[in-house]
T-cell receptor, first 115, second 119 residues
């Protein structure tokens, strides 16, 4: 079974631009979550989608948004990029059932650098 | 609020030795899951092991075992027979059932422990 696939692996953008990151979950998984990882703040939860609906959202500004398609693939968008948005963005999928006892399976991440 | 504490920023262990990575947690929820992940320098987060709050026996997965002490709210990871390939960051994480708080889908991570395996 293929794992979680994130594209692209690396991105370099300029401040003020916008960016879209993509995530394909493990086949059969209906839940997709996004996390931001920085040296200063560690791993922080952005949002989770289940069956095309946002189920939970972290404490991030509205510049961060996401969506999920009918095939469970998900995209994350960051508008008006700031230098502080430079981070590793990790996508994770799970079957979405059982909730607290479902492990999340992560992709390789997209490393975003904002200059 | 849910919280995970990993007090060891870095650990060294010799090859073939066992090592324990500490994790304590705080939650008011009765139902929760505890997870350990490994993150090599490549960046991918690799799921290692899971322990449920209602599980009476400690979880084991190959060379990994989880020393779960519910009363102390600790969930330490034990790696037996360390290998050079075990060198990585290790994160402890928790998910609460959160039926009333809506936190069910969120995974809270600790700050991680960097493990270096030496010859």
């Amino acid at each position: 079974k293929a794992g979680v696939t994130q594209t692209p692996r690396y991105l370099i953008k300029t401040r003020g631009q916008q960016v879209t990151l993509s995530c394909s979950p493990i086949s059969g998984h209906r839940s997709v979550s996004w996390y931001q990882q920085t040296p200063g703040q560690g791993l922080q939860f952005l949002f989770e989608y289940f069956s095309e609906t946002q189920r939970n959202k972290g404490n991030f500004p509205g510049r961060f948004s996401g969506r999920q398609f009918s095939n469970s693939r998900s995209e994350m968008n960051v508008s008006t990029l700031e230098l502080g948005d430079s981070a590793l963005y990790l996508c994770a999928s799970s079957d979405g059932t059982g909730v607290f006892n479902s492990p999340l399976h992560f992709g390789n991440g997209t490393r975003l650098t904002v200059t | 609020a849910q919280k995970i504490t990993q007090t060891q920023p870095g650990m060294f262990v010799q090859e073939k030795e066992a090592v324990t990575l500490d994790c304590t947690y705080d939650t008011s929820d009765q139902s929760y899951g505890l997870f350990w992940y490994k993150q090599p320098s490549s960046g991918e987060m690799i799921f290692l092991i899971y322990q449920g709050s209602y599980d009476e026996q400690n979880a084991t997965e190959g060379r990994y075992s989880l020393n779960f002490q519910k009363a102390r709210k600790s969930a330490n990871l034990v790696i037996s027979a360390s290998q050079l390939g075990d060198s990585a960051m290790y994160f402890c994480a928790m998910r609460e059932a959160g039926r009333t708080t809506g936190t069910a889908s969120k995974l809270t991570f600790g700050t991680g422990t960097r493990l270096q395996v030496t010859l």
